[in-house]
């Protein structure tokens, strides 16, 4: 099984989270992961779950307010960058692992909620 890519080949620009969101991970990872900033085209997180859950599958996301209210259900993604190193400031010792994933066969009513989410919990684009 080839493994995800060591350098992170961003096309889009990446809003980094102004407000907690959390991505609960579906399916064999089944956990939280804290969302550190997202696109139009994807996600990154900082995640307990082992690469090799991930690597090669198809990862099934919801979107978690820190009101533990549902912003998105049921989003498509695959891994396509991973970083061992665990620079999470609030990282307690546990090993978080950064994790790239990149959408798959969104609608463009899911792109639209991904632009109002964007403007809603993030900070402005850095330049």
């Given at each position: 099984m080839p493994s995800a890519p060591s350098i992170e080949n961003r096309q889009h620009p990446r809003y980094r989270?102004?407000?907690?969101?959390?991505?609960?991970?579906?399916?064999?990872c089944n956990s939280l992961a804290c969302i550190?900033?997202?696109?139009?085209?994807?996600?990154?997180?900082?995640?307990?779950?082992?690469?090799s859950t991930l690597a090669g599958k198809l990862v099934v996301l919801d979107l978690i307010s820190d009101e533990n209210r549902f912003i998105m259900r049921s989003l498509s993604a695959r891994?396509?960058?991973?970083?061992?190193k665990?620079?999470?400031?609030?990282?307690?010792?546990?090993r978080l692992i950064?994790?790239?994933?990149?959408?798959?066969?969104?609608?463009?009513l899911e792109h639209r909620l991904l632009d109002m989410i964007i403007k809603n919990y993030a900070l402005p684009e850095e330049n």
């Open positions: 989270m102004k407000d907690t969101l959390v991505a609960a991970m579906q399916g064999e550190v900033d997202l696109n139009r085209k994807g996600i990154g997180i900082f995640s307990e779950c082992e690469e891994l396509v960058f991973s970083s061992p665990s620079n999470h400031p609030n990282d307690p010792g546990t950064r994790y790239g994933l990149q959408f798959v066969n969104l609608s463009p």
